[in-house]
């Protein structure tokens, strides 16, 4: 029996050296897999479809693996196979391989190591799929393969491509950072997003549960951080999250950030404060600069309680303490602490300045004694690498690449978030081209091996539980690729064309990336007929970029409801960029194929009429709800810059160039239209201004 379990296994897995190997270009999958052969035949799942999975001599580790990888079958994999068709009972018992699916593993994988092996085969030829892998963990990794592979078929059911894939992850560590703490995230929403992490091949969440503005999960030793902070996850919720995470193959890692960021924690206990002050939850997004007290013991003691219940309540091995942000001015202004710093030789060469970075390494040192206490391994952000920090504490870096490089230089495993931040609104092609391991970095092979891999970050100041999943995805399917696949995956086109592919499929697994806006479109409307008009305008905004949001007059504080235009924008607008790709094109036909010139110009007058027209159709729904009042000056911008760009376009198609003075004219009127209005850009202009400018 078992000689006949490999022989399938060889006849299924065999790579298929006779199938031309046609570039992925011209495939669908995200991430790009190691290698994939690809056939002419198809596989087409038929009503009778059933599966069956092969496990190592049962005991409770490989009961847990084997309930894990049935659960992903039939709960996500299944219904994209079977649409519409029942899907209990399919799975076959048989001893031989007689399922149309039919899976092996090795043994049940150390979810809890860095570095457990998630390499995968999967085969699909006319005849039956075949995914083999030597841990359940690379099961899984290939379950989201096969899910992404099936295509509709025009009778009912699905059909799959015949192929022969290999694959394995670039970077053990591909996180993605949700922040529980500005906005509170129900257990629901953190679940479909961990669906969608499965469906990318990330493995860690990083969940923020500690700011200034709340400390989100139940403690039973302390229970004032989190009475204070209203909404929070009780332990038995915490459990659940991480049973759900680990069925996915993810690995939850938990951030208390220290020892700034913490006014929640002083609003509950006074004493932890660097001054006389007493404070209630902050209630601002900006930068408080309040930090604990790092002199008093009783700082230490209270870090001992609640790290002993939380690193019993996170079966991680990595625990993340934060670590980021303290300016160290409490500490300037307080005697005590000067006193303190003087003494124990923290102040710089003049005798009276404090080496803040001095005194938070003294305070990173204490808590690491607690953290590895209680056998985790201490994450911290940039500002905790310092002198005689242990070379297992792993180091995050927001602040540039250059604090991986200064990590893993200093013999310290780091990971590369900066680039990654997806709160800023970004491109997907912005965090795409950032690689946690540039060339030339001059790093040897053993530093290289340091670089655990990167997150996304999705900081919640500017995203609740309603509209974060459109900031989340699909953009994080981009830095999941750079994470799993290899360096040289780098088509810029290809990688959207794919991303357009996969956003659909995210949405079946009950992300609300695309839903929410809609949804939030249509109360600002407040008709369904004024609808269409307000989603061409926005669909051609985008929130502004970075932390300008901040900056631009409208305070906004923990209360502020997050249903403006701003919120409804897409967080990178398709529209905007698909025209964007048409100007280009019809600007290199000009050089490269004159002829071909006419072809595109309807499509450009096309959509430039619909933006010039629909400033008309939209005012008087902009102009009646206060929400969208302030917006009529952009939509008025959009008329306008749609204007110059048909002037310019009627030239083009007379073969005529425009005067020097009229094409200066034109290109300051575009300029003067990049001012943000609502804390929104008009993502087409870049575009019109290309244009616009050509000779």
Same mark, same amino acid.
């Not at 693996?65 to 649409?83: G, K």
């Not at 601002?284 to 604990?292: C, K, M, T």
């Not at 790093?443 to 990167?454: D, E, K, M, S």
């Not at 003075?661 to 209005?677: F, H, I, M, R």
């Given at each position: 029996?078992?000689?006949?379990?490999?022989?399938?296994?060889?006849?299924?897995?065999?790579?298929?050296?006779?199938?031309?190997?046609?570039?992925?270009?011209?495939?669908?999958?995200?991430?790009?897999?190691?290698?994939?052969?690809?056939?002419?035949?198809?596989?087409?799942?038929?009503?009778?479809?059933?599966?069956?999975?092969?496990?190592?001599?049962?005991?409770?580790?490989?009961?847990?693996?084997?309930?894990?990888?049935?659960?992903?079958?039939? &709960?996500?994999?299944?219904?994209?196979?079977?649409?519409?068709?029942?899907?209990?009972?399919?799975?076959?018992?048989?001893?031989?391989?007689?399922?149309?699916?039919?899976?092996?593993?090795?043994?049940?994988?150390?979810?809890?190591?860095?570095?457990?092996?998630?390499?995968?085969?999967?085969?699909?030829?006319?005849?039956?799929?075949?995914?083999?892998?030597?841990?359940?963990?690379?099961?899984?990794?290939?379950?989201?393969?096969?899910?992404?592979?099936?295509?509709?078929?025009?009778?009912?059911?699905?059909?799959?491509?015949?192929?022969?894939?290999?694959?394995?992850?670039?970077?053990?560590?591909?996180?993605?950072?949700?922040?529980?703490?500005?906005?509170?995230?129900?257990?629901?929403?953190?679940?479909?997003?961990?669906?969608?992490?499965?469906?990318?091949?990330?493995?860690?969440?990083?969940?923020?549960?500690?700011?200034?503005?709340?400390?989100?999960?139940?403690?039973?030793?302390?229970?004032?951080?989190?009475?204070?902070?209203?909404?929070?996850?009780?332990?038995?919720?915490?459990?659940?999250?991480?049973?759900?995470?680990a069925r996915r193959g993810i690995r939850v890692v938990p951030e208390f950030d220290v020892p700034g960021h913490t006014i929640a924690w002083q609003a509950a206990y006074p004493?932890?404060?660097?001054?006389?002050?007493?404070?209630?939850?902050?209630?601002?997004?900006?930068?408080?600069?309040?930090?604990?007290?790092?002199?008093?013991?009783?700082?230490?003691?209270?870090?001992?309680?609640?790290?002993?219940?939380?690193?019993r309540l996170f079966p991680d091995p990595y625990f993340h303490i934060g670590g980021d942000e303290n300016d160290g001015r409490q500490w300037r202004r307080s005697p005590r602490?000067?006193?303190?710093?003087?003494?124990?030789?923290?102040?710089?060469?003049?005798?009276?300045?404090?080496?803040?970075?001095?005194?938070?390494?003294?305070?990173?040192?204490?808590?690491?004694?607690?953290?590895?206490?209680?056998?985790?391994?201490?994450?911290?952000?940039?500002?905790?690498?310092?002198?005689?920090?242990?070379?297992?504490?792993?180091?995050?870096?927001?602040?540039?690449?250059?604090?991986?490089?200064?990590?893993?230089?200093?013999?310290?495993?780091?990971?590369?978030?900066?680039?990654?931040?997806?709160?800023?609104?970004?491109?997907?092609?912005?965090?795409?081209?950032?690689?946690?391991?540039?060339?030339?970095?001059?790093?040897?092979?053993?530093?290289?091996?340091?670089?655990?891999?990167?997150?996304?970050?999705?900081?919640?100041?500017?995203?609740?539980?309603?509209?974060?999943?459109?900031?989340?995805?699909? &953009?994080?399917?981009?830095?999941?690729?750079?994470?799993?696949?290899?360096?040289?995956?780098?088509?810029?086109?290809?990688?959207? &064309?794919?991303?357009?592919?996969?956003?659909?499929?995210?949405?079946?697994?009950?992300?609300?990336?695309?839903?929410?806006?809609?949804?939030?479109?249509?109360?600002?409307?407040?008709?369904?007929?004024?609808?269409?008009?307000?989603?061409?305008?926005?669909?051609?905004?985008?929130?502004?970029?970075?932390?300008?949001?901040?900056?631009?007059?409208?305070?906004?504080?923990?209360?502020?409801?997050?249903?403006?235009?701003?919120?409804?924008?897409?967080?990178?607008?398709?529209?905007?960029?698909?025209?964007?790709?048409?100007?280009?094109?019809?600007?290199?036909?000009?050089?490269?194929a004159p002829s071909a010139v006419r072809r595109y110009l309807p499509q450009l007058r096309d959509q430039l009429q619909l933006w010039q027209k629909n400033d008309a159709l939209?005012?008087?729904?902009?102009?009646?709800?206060?929400?969208?009042?302030?917006?009529?000056?952009?939509?008025?911008?959009?008329?306008?810059?749609?204007?110059?760009?048909?002037?310019?376009?009627?030239?083009?198609?007379?073969?005529?160039?425009?005067?020097?003075?009229?094409?200066?004219?034109?290109?300051?009127?575009?300029?003067?239209?990049?001012?943000?209005?609502?804390?929104?850009?008009?993502?087409?202009?870049?575009?019109?201004?290309?244009?616009?400018?050509?000779?």
């Open positions: 029996m078992r000689f006949f379990l490999l022989l399938l296994a060889c006849l299924l897995t065999r790579p298929v050296f006779a199938l031309p190997t046609v570039p992925l270009a011209t495939r669908m999958l995200l991430p790009v897999p190691t290698r994939a052969n690809w056939g002419q035949g198809r596989f087409l799942v038929k009503p009778d479809f059933t599966w069956q999975v092969f496990t190592p001599q049962q005991t409770p580790a490989t009961l847990a693996a084997d309930s894990a990888v049935a659960e992903a079958v039939e &709960r996500l994999v299944l219904p994209v196979l079977l649409p519409g068709r029942t899907r209990a009972n399919r799975r076959r018992a048989s001893p031989l391989p007689t399922a149309a699916l039919v899976l092996q593993y090795g043994r049940p994988g150390n979810l809890l190591t860095v570095g457990e092996d998630e390499s995968y085969t999967l085969r699909v030829t006319p005849m039956g799929v075949a995914l083999n892998a030597p841990t359940h963990l690379g099961l899984l990794r290939g379950l989201a393969t096969l899910r992404e592979l099936a295509a509709p078929n025009k009778v009912g059911g699905s059909v799959l491509p015949e192929v022969d894939v290999a694959d394995a992850p670039r970077f053990p560590w591909r996180g993605l950072l949700m922040d529980a703490a500005r906005h509170f995230m129900p257990v629901a929403v953190i679940k479909r997003n961990l669906d969608g992490m499965w469906a990318t091949k990330l493995n860690v969440l990083h969940w923020h549960l500690s700011d200034d503005q709340g400390f989100r999960v139940e403690s039973r030793t302390l229970p004032r951080l989190s009475q204070v902070s209203g909404q929070f996850y009780s332990q038995r919720q915490v459990r659940d999250v991480i049973r759900y995470a004493e932890l404060s660097s001054n006389d002050s007493t404070y209630t939850v902050y209630q601002s997004w900006r930068l408080a600069n309040v930090a604990f007290d790092p002199t008093k013991e009783t700082t230490y003691a209270l870090l001992d309680t609640l790290f002993g219940e939380m690193t602490i000067m006193a303190f710093a003087r003494t124990n030789g923290m102040l710089k060469a003049d005798g009276k300045t404090l080496d803040k970075h001095a005194l938070q390494t003294y305070f990173n040192r204490r808590v690491l004694g607690i953290v590895t206490k209680y056998g985790k391994t201490m994450v911290g952000w940039d500002e905790i690498l310092g002198p005689g920090l242990p070379t297992n504490a792993v180091i995050q870096s927001w602040r540039g690449k250059k604090g991986v490089l200064d990590a893993v230089k200093a013999g310290n495993p780091a990971l590369l978030s900066s680039g990654y931040y997806i709160d800023l609104n970004q491109s997907a092609a912005f965090h795409y081209a950032t690689d946690p391991l540039p060339d030339a970095t001059g790093l040897t092979p053993a530093q290289q091996q340091l670089v655990l891999g990167g997150e996304a970050t999705m900081w919640a100041e500017f995203a609740d539980s309603i509209i974060v999943d459109s900031r989340i995805w699909p &953009r994080t399917a981009a830095v999941a690729e750079r994470l799993w696949s290899a360096a040289t995956v780098r088509d810029v086109p290809d990688m959207y &064309r794919r991303l357009a592919l996969l956003s659909p499929q995210l949405e079946t697994l009950g992300l609300q990336h695309r839903r929410a806006p809609q949804l939030l479109l249509r109360q600002l409307a407040g008709s369904a007929a004024a609808v269409p008009p307000l989603r061409t305008l926005a669909q051609v905004l985008e929130p502004v970029k970075e932390y300008k949001r901040h900056f631009q007059g409208f305070i906004y504080t923990t209360q502020t409801p997050l249903n403006r235009l701003v919120d409804a924008a897409p967080a990178e607008s398709d529209g905007a960029r698909e025209f964007g790709q048409l100007v280009d094109t019809l600007l290199m036909a000009r050089t490269t939209v005012q008087p729904t902009l102009q009646q709800n206060p929400l969208l009042q302030e917006y009529a000056l952009i939509s008025t911008h959009l008329k306008t810059a749609a204007t110059l760009a048909l002037e310019r376009l009627a030239l083009l198609e007379k073969g005529q160039t425009p005067t020097s003075a009229a094409q200066t004219a034109a290109l300051k009127q575009l300029d003067a239209l990049k001012v943000p209005v609502g804390q929104t850009e008009l993502a087409v202009l870049p575009h019109l201004r290309r244009l616009v400018e050509a000779k």
